[in-house]
């Protein structure tokens, strides 16, 4: 197998060229999923005939949930890869993407919360879901805490990278806290593996907007890891000819 | 006009999605312009070191 790519990857310059080259793209695509999948479903998209119209809040609830999670293994997956091969774009990655997933989070827990004052009468309740994606919450605070507590970069790195990869195991009692404890929070409305638990005009503008919200995530990330690489290559000759060409 | 009130009491449940469509709106568009601020602040870091070291 050829492995150059793998080395190709953890070169900055070669980042920040072919980055610059797919955020339009993913740009496009973030305002075409987003608009299109939250116009259908607050508009066209039937009202559920146990909540109402409140159901239409899943449109960004759920969405936010999905990326809030990956983002977190992405952490994980990053900090193994940190720790392993001591590929200098990971650290950036995983740095970079702490924020998002912690502003992620905030989405899925203050919508959850408004969504739950006329489903089940409470803003709040001490449940396993909503407890573990608190955890969730402050171990992203964690991280960018640490990262930013640590002045040394490569002990900043290993030191994210060893808590993104202990506090992964949130993640799977996230995804299994509605099966295993008693909850108010309703099961999975929406698997990959199994056909969807709702009407298809109300499932389809969810798909969408959990398209929508990867891709506006993966703009937000390239955007912060673009600056992240430019500031740490700031002394190079391509990234001050970069800055030059932009002021 | 009774078309887009209607739509915006949204059954009795307006204050809670509108709500909850605003504060997520918000936090998107921080995401997004959080790093171009931060970009711009470093192009302007960046050119006014240049403009030092020609003096």
């Known amino acids: ?247 | 006009m009774s078309g887009l009130s209607e739509f915006l009491a949204m059954g009795g449940h307006g204050p809670y999605v509108w709500s909850a469509y605003a504060i997520t709106f918000v936090v998107l568009a921080l995401n997004v312009l959080e790093p171009w601020v931060a970009r711009r602040r470093l192009v302007s870091e960046e050119a006014r070191r240049r403009r030092r070291e020609e003096v």
């Open chain 1, 1 to 247: 197998m050829n492995w150059s790519f793998f080395h190709k990857l953890g070169s900055p310059k070669w980042f920040y060229d072919i980055s610059g080259r797919w955020l339009p793209w993913f740009v496009l695509a973030t305002v075409l999923l987003l608009s299109v999948g939250i116009v259908w479903g607050l508009v066209f998209a039937p009202q559920d005939y146990q909540q109402g119209n409140s159901f239409r809040i899943i449109y960004i609830h759920v969405p936010a949930a999905f990326v809030a999670q990956s983002c977190y293994i992405m952490l994980a997956v990053a900090g193994i890869i940190t720790l392993v091969w001591r590929m200098k774009l990971a650290d950036v990655a995983l740095r970079c993407a702490a924020p998002i997933g912690a502003w992620m989070t905030f989405i899925a827990l203050i919508t959850g919360a408004i969504w739950g004052k006329p489903t089940w009468g409470t803003y709040w309740v001490w449940d396993a879901r909503l407890t573990s994606m608190l955890i969730l919450l402050f171990l992203y605070f964690g991280i960018i805490a640490l990262g930013q507590a640590i002045s040394s970069r490569d002990t900043a790195a290993k030191a994210t990278a060893v808590l993104a990869i202990v506090g992964v195991v949130n993640i799977p009692i996230i995804k299994y806290s509605v099966d295993w404890w008693n909850t108010l929070h309703q099961p999975a409305t929406f698997k990959v593996t199994a056909k969807p638990a709702m009407p298809i005009e109300m499932w389809f503008p969810l798909l969408l907007t959990v398209l929508g919200f990867y891709a506006l995530f993966t703009v937000s990330l390239l955007m912060r890891m673009r600056v992240e690489t430019l500031r740490r290559e700031g002394k190079t000759r391509w990234a001050r000819e970069a800055l030059e060409k932009m002021s």
